[in-house]
């Protein structure tokens, strides 16, 4: 399987902390003034970030670009505090500045006037604002699984919410939507509803579940995938991920993040 | 002011070039940072064959530093000839061309087909990497790094770079045998072997175990490596090792190194070789010297 | 729980002790930790004779670690035993005398002195600091390595621990030297020879040219070190270098580490020891383990 | 000559920053809250700080307590931004907390109903601001000389003013006070009102006058000396200075860092 290595060539640029939320415990909302950023990032294309001057931590962080708003160049990023360095950067206030280097990634295709399911858990949900709101722009309809622990770890489920054509919540513990797995309510949906396409984000058994209805012909499964990154542009081959059939590795920096689920090895 | 720095006959504009594997020329860079800017260029190391690298997570963030274990994958010699060395060959600086093999032979083989290119300036070997199964081991025993660098010197006229390993005893001696055995100039260093552990999973965290460390921490090792040397041959040094400043640099030449390479640091700040051209030439400037040369291996005064 | 660990017969309360050289035991910290504390304590290396140690500037920092260049000053074996020892004594806690000479008679006279006090429970034999004239050389040559560790095991009944030098081609084969020399433990690792270079007076910043490297940076070499030395002996390994939290502890622990030593982070957090016993006590018990012995080198598994 | 070693035992602690002020750039006012530095912190001592998480820098920075407030909990750190640690003290806000060991460093004995005279340079005054305002309240007449290369770098000029019998102000550049050599004032001062004790902070050219006046038996002198430190409690043997005659080395941290300037080396 070939991927199309689409890339836009990134810039090294700052960006001004315009507005920062912390809608739930643990996640961080942050509206960022990059016209660059702004205008430039596609869907399925991510930023690494620094927002401190020491070396320690040392690598740059790697966040998805939720939204994009070009006419006041700003963007969002959907932070889950899980480190040193989604740490760090949940203590900075509005006004502070980010090193940015982005739009990074292979974009993601954007459908048009087709039917797409979403099937995301946790902040995997970040990555596929961008491509939800451009997939309803282009006429497709989108059918959003958005799955958690808890209520309060649905994350961006307004700005998926406005972008999709149905939303469904599924939460583990049943504080809010539908209380179970995902996966059931969703293979009686894709089995009734036929839809075209399906990606997900932030869980490894979804990502299986793509895969399985994939390879039953059902759907074409599309995978986001994140792995540990230094340079976030091919430099340093360190985000390899294996090629399913054939020897060797993609890159998820440069071949990715989004790949075809049938084309990557899951584990 | 003059930041030329002469590399075994090779010149350089300025003494900065990429530590071999990790700034690819790709075009992915052009808002960026443009090849064209530092000294020389510095392919990531090439094998014969192609090779896929090992298995992932290859990289882990260390205190001011990165463990990578990449495994130098590569699409072998005559894929990297036809697809990327016209690439490297056109922007107008000098090339090196970083090589590695199983065997004594496999480094011949490949001097002799680079050079027939015409394309490359300098052949660095790359005896030192902590990733290969028979990586480091060339710079680790004293008759395997003469034996390989000699046999090297015999079949190509290239002006050859002998990368060397700090995981040894006394790099200054090694730095000696390279140059003995007829090495033009040695760069020093390559990575630590280290190893990080995931004390969730209680493995390590590597799909390789262990891999080498390189960074800021290892700054003030590689300084030391450069000025034990420096006073021992009197081949050129390429100091490479943590920098991430035109400070750092600054450090490394006066310890001893007539050009600079770095590595980890394009990943942190894709800017860092300007940032470090620039910041060579300020210094100088500041403290009334003309040239580069003048600095280089003062701190031994 | 159990933290017990054995090192050589002696017993040690938890795996936790400080470095050589780095924690004086002294009253000062009375209000901040006591040297009751750790599952042992560990003098700072002593001499026959009084020493001055190097001239300033004696240590300076690099990126997540620091060099030092101390040259170990003290007053003396007599002077030791009389002013430091009784002291040391009194803990209720292992004592280690850590001990270094310039001859091979001195490491005999000295362990036959510090035996002869009672007071020791355990020997170490400072083989690698890199701050003497004659400091490192013990554990970079396998033929003084074997030969310092044989002869002081013949003059001394008490139990003793190499500590090692990482700045070796291979550390996992000195381990083995020392094994079979007759250690009963060894403590990896010392520091790593490195320098800084004041960029303003263009000379070396510390007094003496070169230092030792510790700290944070030069903890993945460190449990590398003690991961690769793990399979090679069976005698226990005090694992140091960079301890910086409980969970760098845990990951020397994972990696093979009987016990871990705490150097210079001692200096950045005078309670770091007593947090590295209570989280490794917290993290044994949220992953259901009842002894600190079933993780030790589980890593390898 | 033996050094008393007086030494308060420290206390790991932490501080909330009060308040905080540039009165000129490049220097920083702290006002910390700290019960246990503000009541038992002596003239001559120092603490060692940090105020960041991450180990690059790893070292805690050194400052000499600059005025305590035992009733209020109060105390004064006065800190020039040279590097990356006072850096990164400069931009933290009131409110923030800070890592703090101390009181550290044997205190500088209080003369009693003595004349004294202060001869510091620029960040060199913050050392002797409580040794002025305790001696000041032990009876004691203390002249101060306050120098700097200009006036906006005049130190805890109004701390000296109000603990000071007369505070002579001497600039490089004449922007303030006296222009020219501080030494040349000083000794027509010492040779006229025969003072007892001279304490010189921030400059070697004033140690080692301070050294030949004591020499000449006019005055005893005192130096306040630093030195690069990692412990702060005599653990590292790093922060050494050579004695004078005798030889071997005195800890500034353990056996000052205030010294009777006949007892080291001066550089
Ligand atoms: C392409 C891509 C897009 C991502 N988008 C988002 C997003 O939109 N929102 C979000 O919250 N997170 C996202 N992540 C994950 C995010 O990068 C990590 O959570 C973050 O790097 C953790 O940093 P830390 O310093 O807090 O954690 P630490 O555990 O302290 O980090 C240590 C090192 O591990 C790396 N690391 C840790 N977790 C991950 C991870 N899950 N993926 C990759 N590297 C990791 C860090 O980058 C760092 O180098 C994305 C990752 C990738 C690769
Ligand atoms: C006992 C004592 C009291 C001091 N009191 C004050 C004070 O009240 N106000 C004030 O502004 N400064 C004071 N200093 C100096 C102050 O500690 C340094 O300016 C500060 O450590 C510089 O840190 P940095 O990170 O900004 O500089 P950097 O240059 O980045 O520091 C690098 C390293 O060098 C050390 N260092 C740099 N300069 C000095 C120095 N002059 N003395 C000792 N170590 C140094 C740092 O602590 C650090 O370990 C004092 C020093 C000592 C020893
Ligand atoms: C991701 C990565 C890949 C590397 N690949 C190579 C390589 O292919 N050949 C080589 O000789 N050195 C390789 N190195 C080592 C660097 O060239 C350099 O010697 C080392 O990283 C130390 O420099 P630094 O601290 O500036 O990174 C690699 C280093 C890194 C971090
Ligand atoms: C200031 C200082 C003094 C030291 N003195 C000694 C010593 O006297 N004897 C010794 O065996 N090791 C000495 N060491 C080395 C430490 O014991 C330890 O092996 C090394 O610092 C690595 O551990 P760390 O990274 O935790 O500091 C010293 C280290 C430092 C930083
Ligand atoms: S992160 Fe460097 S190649 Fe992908
Ligand atoms: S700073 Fe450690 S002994 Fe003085």
């Known amino acids: 399987m070939k991927i199309k290595n689409n890339l836009i060539k990134p810039f090294l640029t700052e960006g001004r902390i315009k507005a920062r939320k912390n809608e739930y415990t643990g996640y961080l909302d942050l509206l960022i003034e990059n016209d660059k950023i702004a205008e430039h990032a596609m869907p399925g294309q991510f930023v690494m970030v620094r927002g401190w001057n020491s070396n320690d931590p040392i690598l740059s962080r790697p966040f998805d670009i939720v939204q994009v708003d070009p006419a006041n160049g700003l963007f969002r990023l959907v932070i889950k505090i899980t480190g040193e360095g989604t740490g760090l950067l949940n203590v900075l206030r509005s006004g502070s500045r980010l090193v940015i280097t982005g739009p990074l990634g292979n974009p993601v295709e954007v459908p048009h006037g087709e039917k797409i399911v979403l099937l995301v858990r946790g902040v995997g949900a970040a990555a596929v604002v961008y491509l939800a709101e451009s997939a309803k722009n282009a006429g497709t309809e989108v059918y959003t699984f958005l799955s958690a622990s808890a209520k309060n770890r649905l994350v961006c489920r307004d700005y998926l919410k406005n972008a999709s054509k149905d939303l469904n919540i599924i939460t583990d513990d049943g504080s809010d939507g539908y209380h179970g797995d995902a996966r059931d309510i969703l293979e009686r949906f894709i089995n009734k509803s036929k839809p075209d396409r399906i990606y997900t984000c932030g869980s490894g058994r979804f990502a299986r579940f793509a895969d399985e209805q994939d390879r039953k012909g059902l759907i074409k499964g599309f995978v986001f995938l994140e792995s540990h990154m230094a340079c976030g542009m091919g430099d340093c081959h360190g985000c390899a991920v294996k090629k399913r059939d054939s020897g060797g590795y993609y890159l998820v920096c440069k071949d990715g993040p989004v790949f075809p689920v049938n084309s990557v090895e899951l584990d | ?301």
């Open chain 2, 1 to 301: 002011m003059d930041l030329n720095v002469n590399i075994a006959g090779v010149i350089l504009k300025n003494p900065v070039m990429p530590a071999s594997g990790t700034y690819e020329c790709n075009s992915i860079h052009d808002n960026i940072f443009s090849p064209d800017e530092p000294g020389a260029i510095v392919s990531k190391t090439i094998f014969i064959n192609s090779r896929e690298g090992n298995a992932p997570p290859r990289i882990c963030e260390t205190p001011c530093g990165m463990l990578n274990s990449i495994g130098i994958p590569t699409a072998g010699v005559n894929n990297f000839i036809r697809d990327r060395l016209p690439v490297l060959a056109g922007f107008g600086v000098p090339v090196v061309i970083s090589i590695a093999g199983n065997s004594l032979e496999d480094f011949c083989k490949l001097a002799g087909i680079i050079e027939s290119t015409g394309k490359a300036d300098l052949l660095e070997l790359n005896l030192s990497c902590p990733n290969l199964h028979h990586g480091i081991e060339w710079a680790r025993d004293k008759n395997e790094l003469y034996r390989v660098i000699k046999r090297v010197k015999e079949v190509t006229n290239l002006p050859v770079i002998a990368k060397l390993s700090p995981s040894v005893t006394d790099i200054s001696e090694m730095s000696l045998i390279a140059e003995s055995a007829g090495a033009d100039a040695v760069a020093l260093i390559n990575t630590y072997k280290g190893m990080k552990i995931d004390i969730n999973k209680r493995k390590p965290f590597l799909g390789n175990i262990a891999g080498g460390l390189s960074g800021p921490a290892i700054h003030p090792l590689a300084v030391y490596a450069v000025y034990s040397s420096f006073t021992k041959i009197s081949i050129p040094i390429i100091g490479t090792g943590g920098i991430a400043s035109w400070v750092d640099a600054v450090e490394m030449i006066l310890a001893g190194a007539a050009a600079v390479g770095i590595g980890m640091y394009n990943f942190v700040n894709p800017l860092i070789m300007r940032e470090v051209i620039s910041g060579i030439e300020a210094y100088l400037k500041d403290n009334n010297f003309d040239s580069i040369t003048e600095i280089t291996g003062i701190a031994h005064l």
